[in-house]
């Protein structure tokens, strides 16, 4: 499969990425990283540079059947003190992609946290939320079938290196195909998601920084006074300097040095002007015996900066060449040509009729959409959105553009029907699968163009009296995992969210899952809009669908909930709003607020 190159690219879209797999112990942030692999690729998705490792976990390396890595394959392997810089260089600056990019993010998290450092990362792209985006005609998100449908062959699946250039592979196809629609990437940032905002007192994060390159040299190791600096080294700086943090580490860059945000075992040198202050990195400095200079000394340095030993390119991995003749994607039912794509534009004081019209769409038994997509057929257009640029977008899809009027008469052409897998507000669905249904997610989206609207979802564990056992049973962006990460929440782009639940692992006297959307401030539904939920098992294309309207005055809205009925388990649309905000909520359902 071939990429036809764009006579323009999106301005706003990234400008390189760093797609990343990471092979584990297990799958709770407890668990160690074993192996991971970075593919380093440009604003257009062509690989620039790469980097793997296994890593020696410290344990038992766990599920040998999935990973394929026995107890003695790491044995010898640094651990991941030992590499952090090192992969911290392909991090930093860089967009964090991967496939479930959640758990690979939390993994590695977790490993930086165990340093007292913070990540080196600053926003993420999960490449399912994007598959989710293109509503690619696949059966499901795994990355399997992702490949197959991009024709991409993979090697040795749950090998870090193969998954990380299949999916390097597969995100460059999606990359250029949103790009060719259009489309904002669903970016997610530290401070912007669930479990992401910082309680007051929590540890900052590592200092941002522009987007680099790998340093070409190689590192040389620690500092010898008697020698001075060598390009390549890792400088780390901690305390306060007579020049800014950021002049010193560009002058490190100018003279072949990299700037790092941690010290660990491959940092050649900490730069501090009090040594003895007891900060993270003057303890780490030493406890490694990493050599400790002052700015002064740093500076005198700096004008003789021996060269270094270049870095030996990276080999490409071992790939098969491409058969003659590729096989096709899966045979996958394409969506109903006949199921209109109807998306409702509205000025900002047509809510109420936007609400009636979107209603309207639903029961003529068309899909109703609340972004613009290449999928989309029909806009029907309300005077006050008149002159909004996606009418010209959607037009260049193909699309018809419609009054109200316009549209009421295309009805008369083709009678209601139901709505393909779509469920009203109050309606029920049992799950498949029984008592065992498997983990099931409901991602909740809102439109793209009113991600500045602070709308977060949180879910209520609740036993048989409608009531939490504990704060524990509360999860929101602060506490964004239950105990046993049964139910987790995370964020899947700038106005989507996701909470994925382990329905069998869920205790017994947990009989209701209830999630709900709150927004912050002042603000109410009124200026979020519609919501569109989608439920569906984890990694599927969806189940069911709802879509919750005409919201004005409320802060909170109750979205759906998972209850046990008989032996299985079922989803119901909610839809009730309320006028209090998250805190009376969370009170009503028994959780203590400070």
């Avoid at 090697?155 to 790009?179: C, G, I, N, P, T």
């Avoid at 912007?192 to 680099?212: L, N, Y």
Wanted: charged letters at 25%; one cysteine or more.
């Amino acid at each position: 499969m071939t990429v036809t190159p764009l006579a323009t690219w999106p301005a706003d879209y990234p400008s390189d990425y760093a797609v990343v797999d990471v092979e584990t112990t297990g799958l709770r942030g407890s668990d160690r990283v074993v192996s991971v692999a970075v593919e380093v690729l440009d604003r257009a998705g062509e690989v620039t540079d790469r980097w793997s490792t296994l890593v020696d976990p410290g344990r038992d390396p766990g599920p040998v059947h999935i990973h394929g890595l026995t107890a003695e394959m790491p044995a010898g392997a640094p651990t991941f003190e030992r590499v952090a810089d090192e992969l911290a260089e392909y991090l930093t600056g860089r967009v964090f992609v991967a496939h479930n990019a959640p758990f690979d993010w939390k993994m590695l998290a977790a490993e930086y946290a165990r340093l007292d450092v913070g990540l080196p990362m600053e926003r993420r792209l999960c490449t399912m939320a994007l598959a989710r985006h293109l509503e690619l005609p696949v059966d499901d998100y795994r990355l399997a079938t992702l490949a197959a449908h991009y024709r991409v062959r993979q090697l040795h699946a749950h090998d870090a290196v193969d998954d990380a250039r299949v999916l390097a592979e597969v995100f460059r196809y999606s990359l250029h195909e949103a790009a060719g629609a259009g489309l904002p990437l669903p970016l997610t940032a530290p401070g912007s998601g669930p479990g992401q905002r910082r309680a007051a007192g929590a540890r900052r994060p590592t200092e941002a920084g522009p987007a680099k390159s790998p340093s070409p040299w190689r590192n040389p190791g620690r500092l010898d006074l008697a020698t001075g600096l060598v390009q390549g080294m890792r400088v780390a700086f901690t305390g306060e300097s007579r020049e800014s943090r950021e002049e010193l580490a560009r002058r490190a860059t100018e003279a072949g040095l990299y700037p790092t945000t941690s010290v660990s075992g491959q940092t050649s040198l900490l730069v501090t002007n009090d040594p003895t202050s007891g900060s993270g990195k003057n303890r780490k400095a030493a406890h490694l015996g990493t050599p400790v200079i002052d700015e002064t000394t740093y500076v005198r340095l700096l004008a003789r900066v021996r060269p270094g030993t270049p870095r030996a390119a990276s080999a490409p991995p071992a790939v098969p060449p491409p058969r003659a003749e590729p096989a096709p994607p899966p045979a996958v039912p394409a969506a109903d040509p006949t199921v209109r794509q109807v998306l409702v534009l509205q000025g900002r004081d047509e809510h109420l009729d936007g609400g009636r019209v979107r209603q309207l769409v639903l029961d003529s038994g068309a899909r109703l959409r609340i972004n613009l997509t290449s999928t989309v057929d029909t806009v029907v257009v309300l005077p006050g959105a008149a002159n909004d640029p996606r009418i010209a977008r959607a037009e260049g899809f193909g699309a018809t553009c419609l009054t109200e009027a316009e549209w009421r008469a295309s009805l008369a052409e083709a009678p209601p029907t139901p709505g393909a897998g779509h469920l009203p507000r109050g309606g029920t669905v049992e799950l498949p699968g029984g008592a065992a249904p498997g983990r099931w997610t409901l991602n909740a989206s809102w439109a793209w163009d009113r991600p500045d609207e602070d709308l977060d979802l949180v879910a209520f564990l609740l036993d048989g009296n409608e009531r939490v056992r504990g704060d524990a049973d509360f999860v929101f962006w602060n506490q964004p995992a239950s105990p046993l990460e049964t139910v987790v929440l995370d964020a899947s782009g700038p106005a989507e969210q996701t909470v994925t639940l382990e329905l069998p692992a869920l205790p017994s006297e947990i009989h209701r899952v209830v999630i709900a959307a709150a927004v912050d401030g002042e603000s109410t539904f009124a200026a979020v809009g519609p919501i569109e939920l989608d439920v569906a098992p984890f990694q599927a294309t969806s189940f069911v669908r709802s879509v919750l309207d005409a919201a004005t005055v409320e802060r909170v809205l109750l979205l759906g909930t998972f209850y046990r009925r008989g032996a299985g388990w079922k989803f119901r649309t909610e839809g009730q709003g309320y006028e209090f905000d998250l805190a009376g909520l969370a009170e009503s359902y028994g959780v203590e607020i400070a």
